[in-house]
């Protein structure tokens, strides 16, 4: 994992290179110094068949969605027999379509997406699967299963399981315990799930009661915004749990505004500076629960088991399975230097 | 519906007194109503507040805080009304503030400190207000175009200087100038900014030459220039003022969230919009009232906080703020209408 430390310095180092190379979908020939070899891929190492991945995904505008193309464009560098055709994000249906429709067109061999919305997407996933390319699905999934060969992703029922027994466990012998929720954008499907898996959690603790949720909008703006209200409606409670780590920014910021210190915090998805901020542990802050950006490295792994018709080490099957969903792990004051590396900025 | 005003050619570098008693008299007295009607909506919003939370709405410290929430998008809100009472618009402030907030707390300018970020915020919200002063003044273009292409380019702009992700600001003097250590007789900073740029912005507008000219250009851009004013300059004054606006509205959001990120001001062309035209200033020009501005933001921010402290969901505070929106305005075309 150091290596790979280095490695993302030296890619945001050079994010205005990247950009470039973003650009003109121009991957395979940057320098090849690559010492991250020894953390385990999905499939072998070995060298095989050539294979071209078509990489399409949402617009980076938010830490997590930069660190994912991030961690598909170097995932794709250390394979020497992986070109990646990458098109620039977009949050535009129509537009994502497009570029969809144009790396099908250029008979890219495997399909990689994060489509903007999961439901939009689904007829050009079909498109690409009875085109003969088999579309790897990252994260927002498509409506129809037949629309992807493989879906990896994240667990946002999870993350707000395991957010509500992390919070449950530290509060269990606490008497009326009271707990805030500050969640995403209302209007995603996510942010749902994540608030369901959390309610569904607490339920195993009687003596705790959520008495307020605020939904802001994974910005750091909103984080503050909200949270400066909630502190203000809210003079006395246990626990925050606040559902992303860039708004947990302004969250923080609007805590110590407010000079609180009264409660325990759990973040989520796993920045960078959440993670730092768990290690010193001076703050409310003691927790985040992970949705973790490696998965776009882990997508490209498989589809270039997909492209050489390789199966997943350490498992008996001949094909790599349907679906993935990863762990949302909780990183604490124990475990975070183990986690240090895939903080994302 | 009242008609744009527009001043007799003479008057327009005169006082307002010069147009007439009588008709000035009449001005005096819609505005009051106007003011009235949205001090009203304001006093029924805070009835609602105690009545519903009185322990946490009548608190100082939810004052200070519906106060400080309400100067970022009140420091726009005053460029803004100029923008709009000349019948132009601008469409790209949350942008600017964005690219504003996010250049001056990149690493290289965090070095030079408190004057560096506060520098290259207001630097940076004037020169985008330049080039759409230049592009609508002297380039021909329609200001809704040219402050949309700005909205796009300092979007993106924005998004690159970032990379998507999270400036912190590590500048212990900036932090702490949104601590409550830093309150001024109980009043936080930020909105003693905003106070001033309010009185500023009231004075320029309703007692200098440059405040009628505004109004003149604004209520009929023609007889402004056959009256000797140069519309060109002072359209590039305005566009510049309202990116003076978004440069000083970013510094404040970035003591208030103590970072820069490429989202930061995310939908402020519509609120300030809102906010000016609920105040009672022209969508069509002519006419422009900064305290209805302020008015109308202190009402938005005031809602957003009674629905927290309620913990109303936000679907429901959307809905209710289209309706207010909708309730100020038809509440103002009666009481204009009947006077």
Not at chain 1, 15 to 35: F, I, W
Not at chain 1, 165 to 186: M, N, P, Q, T
Not at chain 1, 267 to 274: E, K
Request: glycine share 10%.
């Amino acid at each position: 994992m150091p290596e790979f430390t280095s490695r993302r310095g030296l890619l945001f180092g050079t994010a205005a290179v990247s950009a470039g190379a973003l650009l003109v979908g121009c991957t395979s020939n940057e320098t090849k110094d690559d010492p991250a070899a020894n953390d385990q891929p999905a499939a072998d190492d070995k060298p095989g068949k050539a294979v071209t991945i078509g990489f399409a995904g949402p617009q980076a505008d938010h830490g997590w969605l930069n660190a994912i193309n991030q961690n598909a464009k170097s995932r794709a560098e250390r394979y020497e027999d992986v070109t990646l055709e990458i098109t620039e994000g977009s949050n535009d249906t129509a537009q994502q379509i497009g570029q969809i429709e144009t790396l099908i067109n250029k008979k890219v061999d495997v399909l990689v997406v994060l489509p903007a919305d999961g439901k939009a997407l689904t007829q050009v996933g079909l498109k690409a699967m009875r085109a003969g390319i088999p579309v790897v699905n990252l994260d927002r999934i498509f409506n129809s299963p037949q629309a992807y060969r493989c879906w990896i992703g994240g667990d946002n029922y999870g993350m707000g399981l395991n957010a509500g027994h992390y919070i449950g466990e530290k509060l269990k012998d606490k008497g009326d315990a009271r707990v805030i929720e500050l969640a995403g954008l209302d209007n995603l499907e996510l942010t749902k799930q994540r608030t369901q898996g959390f309610d569904d959690a607490l339920k195993n603790y009687p003596n705790i009661k959520k008495v307020a949720r605020q939904a802001a909008e994974f910005t750091v703006e909103s984080g503050q915004a909200k949270m400066a209200q909630l502190l203000q409606a809210q003079s006395d409670f246990d626990a925050l749990w606040n559902h992303d780590d860039d708004q947990g920014v302004g969250a923080l910021r609007a805590i110590e505004q407010a000079g609180r210190d009264d409660f325990l915090m759990v973040g989520g998805a796993g920045a960078l500076s959440a993670f730092q901020a768990i290690k010193k542990d001076d703050g409310v802050l003691k927790a985040t629960v992970l949705y973790p950006p490696t998965m776009a490295a882990s997508a490209i792994d498989l589809a270039r088991a997909l492209g050489q018709g390789k199966g997943v080490g350490g498992l008996a099957e001949f094909e790599i399975p349907s679906s993935l969903t990863l762990y949302s792990a909780v990183v604490d004051k124990d475990n975070v230097d183990q986690y240090m590396a895939t903080g994302f900025k | 519906m009242t008609q744009p005003v527009s001043p007799p050619r003479d008057s327009i570098d005169k006082a307002p007194a010069a147009s007439g008693p009588p008709a000035w008299r009449t001005m005096l007295f819609r505005a009051d109503v106007r003011t009235l009607s949205l001090l009203g909506v304001l006093a029924a919003l805070i009835l609602i507040g105690g009545v519903t939370k009185p322990d946490e709405f009548l608190d100082t410290r939810n004052l200070q805080l519906v106060l400080t929430q309400a100067s970022v998008i009140g420091v726009v809100t005053v460029g803004m009304t100029f923008v709009i009472t000349s019948g132009g618009i601008d469409l790209s402030v949350g942008a600017i503030v964005a690219l504003a907030s996010v250049w001056a707390t990149t690493v290289a300018t965090q070095e030079y400190g408190f004057v560096g970020i506060l520098f290259t915020a207001v630097i940076v919200g004037v020169g985008c207000g330049l080039v759409n002063g230049l592009l609508i003044a002297y380039g021909g273009m329609v200001p809704f175009i040219a402050t949309l292409a700005m909205l796009a380019s300092a979007r993106g702009l924005a998004l690159q200087i970032t990379d998507g992700s999270t400036q912190v600001v590590t500048v212990d003097a900036i932090l702490d100038l949104g601590e409550r250590d830093a309150y001024v007789l109980g009043i936080p900073p930020l909105v003693l900014v905003f106070a001033l740029v309010t009185i500023i912005g009231w004075l320029v507008l309703n007692r200098t030459t440059f405040g009628r000219r505004t109004v003149a250009v604004g209520g009929n851009a023609e007889a402004a220039r056959l009256a000797g004013i140069d519309v060109r300059r002072q359209r590039l004054y305005l566009y510049l003022l309202s990116g003076l606006c978004c440069g000083i509205a970013a510094f404040l959001l970035i003591v208030l969230s103590g970072s820069g990120q490429n989202t930061n001001g995310n939908l402020y062309e519509l609120d300030a919009i809102a906010a000016a035209i609920i105040g009672g200033t022209l969508l069509s020009g002519g006419r422009g009232t900064i305290t209805g501005s302020v008015l109308g933001v202190l009402i938005f921010t005031t809602i957003t906080n009674i629905f927290a402290l309620n913990n109303l969901q936000s679907d429901v505070q959307q809905i209710a703020k289209g309706a207010i929106i909708v309730a100020a305005v038809l509440v103002q075309r009666r009481t204009a209408s009947t006077t």
